[in-house]
């Protein structure tokens, strides 16, 4: 009996080590991609994001990305805060809620030159992820909220 106790006790850390490794690959994920995408919205090169995004959520970004850059626009963009409010893994899969704030501005590519006013928004943002060859995909993106944050000074 002694002997599956200290069996049952190690099966129980070794899972519960596993899950906060896992836990921290999703957060490392999230954030990565939110790096990236600041990066990828100056640049309009999405490369860097083809191992944290599958194809169908890198194409719909690319086209995002590619409007703007068409139009001589890019989105100059700043993570301000993130917070993890969810994060629910189960197998191979993951679901995380954040709420995020960004500040974002639009500049002209040739002169840098601000081309539409700066604004500051909030997002609840759900992700969806997947462990593939033991390390974490994001599969989905949603927003579930969002909402223009008032300006500094007009509270």
């Not at 599956?4 to 099966?11: D, G, K």
Request: aromatic letters at 10%; glycine letters at 4%.
């Amino acid at each position: 009996i002694l002997t599956c106790s200290i069996a049952f006790f190690f099966l129980s850390a070794c899972t519960q080590m596993e899950k906060a490794k896992d836990t921290a690959l999703v957060k490392d994920t999230i954030m990565g991609y939110n790096k990236m995408l600041i990066e990828a919205a100056k640049t309009g090169d999405t490369e860097s994001l083809k191992d944290l995004l599958i194809q169908r959520e890198r194409e719909k970004l690319n086209h995002w990305i590619a409007s703007w850059h068409d139009s001589n626009v890019y989105m100059d963009g700043r993570l301000e805060n993130i917070k993890f409010k969810n994060i629910a893994i189960s197998g191979n899969a993951a679901n995380v809620i954040t709420s995020e704030d960004w500040a974002y501005e639009y500049k002209n590519l040739k002169t840098r030159q601000s081309v539409l006013p700066a604004s500051a928004i909030y997002y609840e943002m759900e992700y969806i992820l997947q462990k593939k060859e033991n390390k974490w995909i994001i599969a989905q993106i949603n927003i579930k909220a969002e909402k223009k944050k008032e300006e500094k000074g007009n509270k």
